[in-house]
């Protein structure tokens, strides 16, 4: 078996309907059941789930219980952004319910749902969140962001250990602001989610919603590589990543146990310098419209 051990399995689509190029909606519960399943027996042993992902924490519980797996598999969740940080003891209720419906006594990572959050890191969320460490409830806190100079302030924030952050062929808004080489020296790591920027590089350019069309002349680009280079822009956005930030961990979701096999198999697959010089080149300044999901007009 390869090691997949770099792969996090994203958990939204379980839970709702995610992703731009989402055709099947959110799966049911056999196939929620299949993908968790292909992940695991495929040496995917971590999971990115959040309280505000839908019915994403139950589903994910049960399978994991129903797999013999829970006391195994490392899962990262997120209270509620609604929620309010800064009252210790609703933080608990909702880590106390996260813990239940995800049948688990401890949590690898609990994670910051948004980068706004670092704001209350001094108002007293770092001794609310040093408490849950400290009583053994979660392994490592975490921050989710959007923004290269959030990242670099979650890097810079003691008791931080874990930042998640947008990275793809497209957004390279992070490497130009050295956040990769401050969380390598800091020795945080990094997780990197939107590898295929929620699935818009692996939309067909002519099947575009009519609010993303900005988008159809990089896609076009996109092709044409892949058709003269003869590989899967699947294959090309997981090499980029692999061979550009070889130390971070990448989130990868599916909506199908087959979309998700051809994923694991894709990410074994390395590219030529050539090629990932040629996608440097070629997409090196995207306006942020088209690479920052939060931009999207609806």
């Known amino acids: 078996m390869s090691d997949h051990s770099r792969l996090v399995l994203g958990t939204a689509q379980l839970g709702m309907t995610y992703g731009i190029a989402n055709r099947t909606g959110q799966p049911d519960r056999e196939a929620a059941h299949e993908i968790v399943k292909t992940a695991w027996e495929n040496g995917v042993c971590e999971f990115d789930t959040a309280q505000a992902y839908g019915q994403s924490e139950q589903i994910l519980g049960q399978i994991i219980k129903d797999h013999g797996i829970a006391n195994q598999a490392k899962i990262t969740t997120k209270p509620h952004p609604n929620l309010n940080h800064l009252d210790q003891g609703d933080m608990m209720q909702a880590i106390e319910q996260s813990l239940d419906r995800l049948h688990v006594n401890k949590l690898h990572c609990l994670m910051l749902h948004r980068e706004e959050m670092l704001n209350l890191w001094q108002e007293g969320l770092s001794e609310i969140l040093g408490s849950i460490i400290q009583q053994g409830i979660a392994e490592y806190i975490g921050v989710s962001v959007y923004s290269p100079r959030k990242a670099l302030q979650a890097i810079r ?40 920027l929620q699935g818009l590089l692996l939309m067909e350019p002519d099947m575009l919603p009519p609010h993303m069309m900005a988008a159809k002349p990089i896609l076009d680009e996109l092709h044409a590589i892949s058709l003269e280079k003869k590989v899967h822009i699947r294959q090309i956005s997981l090499a980029f990543i692999k061979a550009t930030q070889p130390d971070a961990k990448l989130i990868i979701g599916s909506e199908t146990a087959t979309q998700l096999k051809e994923v694991i198999n894709d990410a074994e697959v390395e590219l030529s310098k050539e090629i990932i010089k040629m996608v440097c080149d070629k997409f090196d300044s995207v306006n942020e419209n088209i690479i920052n999901p939060t931009l999207w007009a609806q």
Request: aromatic share 10%; net charge positive; no cysteine.
């Open 157 to 196: 924030t003691e008791g931080i250990k874990i930042v998640q952050l947008p990275t793809n062929i497209l957004d390279r808004r992070f490497v130009r602001a050295g956040v990769f080489e401050a969380a390598a020296t800091a020795d945080k790591r990094i997780y990197i989610r939107s590898v295929f």
